[in-house]
């Protein structure tokens, strides 16, 4: 049984705090364009569960697979999307990762392994274990990690994507991100159980609850899935505590949040906390800020990118949407 509490590599902390940092600015990025009515998309914000994502997509290699949703800027970014690909598909510009065509929902980029983003609630799961069936025959060594919310584990394709996955003995992750609301709706008033990872139990599969805003806690225990799953030992079904720092979509109201729980959130927000654990471990000041500096010039660049890129032309509309173009 790994040590939960070892402490990676400086190395791995390091990159773990860059895709951290890469998501918080992103993330707050967007809001403020949205803000200043610069931009105007569905967009749903991450803020409070980035250090969740980073130290999941930390664990895996480039090839392997994710599949996440509408909430899945921070996954898409700390998989390896490039900032400039994403803000384009974002912004519906013909140079973004799906020409401008698919938009904030439907964000895929197979050359980091991002395979699908989906807006139907656990309508990811069985796709994931698609793909890695695909890898478990083609032997690829390939692991698909899934990301989805806890109101996504009262869905009935969570079930049935968990007991195949169990009997196949799937290279799949299946990652819940439990931010203690689904829409509008909190966890005990939606959910029969009082931790996801006890239904891990009712499909014989491996189930473990981490702490996703702590990256120590959450990069041990990802990796150690990741290595059953590389190992063919089977999947494994994380359910990684966080907390939803803002309202279920940007601008949305979020005053049905106890403000209790609100304070407790903002006085636990996992990204200046790493901040200061990285520092109390004797890593420089200079060398934190000098990442923040790179992740913020990476953003202006991808912003001004996406800004002057084209939107694409009419005569795409029905291109890509099936295999061959479809006459007009
Ligand atoms: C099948 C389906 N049912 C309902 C919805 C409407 N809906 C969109 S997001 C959401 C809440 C999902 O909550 P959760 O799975 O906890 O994810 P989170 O938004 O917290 O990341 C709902 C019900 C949907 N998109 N798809």
Redesign the pocket.
């Known amino acids: 049984m790994p040590d939960q509490n070892a402490v990676p590599d400086r190395a791995i902390l390091l990159d773990i705090f860059r895709r951290t940092t890469l998501i918080n600015r992103s993330d707050e990025r967007f809001r403020a364009l949205l803000t200043q009515g610069k931009l105007a998309i569905v967009y749903?914000p991450v803020r409070g569960q980035e250090v969740l994502s980073a130290a999941m997509m930390a664990a895996l290699r480039p090839d392997d697979y994710l599949i996440t949703?509408?909430?899945g800027v921070g996954d898409q970014l700390a998989k390896g999307i490039p900032s400039k690909l994403l803000w384009a598909e974002f912004t519906g510009r013909a140079t973004g990762t799906c020409k401008g065509k698919g938009g904030p929902m439907h964000i895929t980029h197979p050359e980091t392994g991002v395979m699908v983003t989906t807006?139907?609630?656990?309508?990811g799961l069985p796709i994931a274990n698609g793909l890695a069936i695909a890898s478990q025959n083609k032997g690829d060594g390939r692991v698909t990690v899934v990301s989805?919310?806890?109101?996504?584990s009262n869905?009935g394709a969570f079930h049935e994507a968990m007991n195949m996955a169990q009997l196949w003995k799937l290279p799949v992750i299946f990652l819940c991100?439990n931010?203690k609301?689904?829409?509008h709706t909190a966890f005990a008033d939606h959910t029969s159980v009082p931790s996801i990872v006890d239904r891990a139990a009712g499909y014989g599969m491996k189930g473990v609850k981490t702490d996703g805003n702590d990256p120590v806690a959450m990069y041990n225990t990802a990796k150690a899935a990741v290595d059953r799953a590389r190992a063919g030992d089977g999947p494994t079904l994380i359910e990684a505590m966080t907390f939803?720092m803002l309202g279920?979509l940007f601008g949305a109201d979020f005053s049905y949040v106890p403000k209790e729980m609100t304070a407790a959130g903002i006085a636990d927000d996992p990204v200046p906390a790493f901040r200061r654990q990285l520092l109390e471990m004797q890593v420089a000041e200079a060398e934190l800020a000098a990442i923040e500096a790179e992740v913020e010039a990476e953003i202006d660049e991808a912003v001004t990118f996406a800004m002057e890129s084209p939107f694409p032309e009419v005569s795409e509309l029905r291109l890509d949407v099936v295999a061959q173009e479809i006459a007009a």
């Open positions: 749903y949703t509408y909430r807006g139907v609630v656990g309508s989805f919310g806890d109101g996504a869905i991100q931010n609301f689904g829409e939803r279920h």
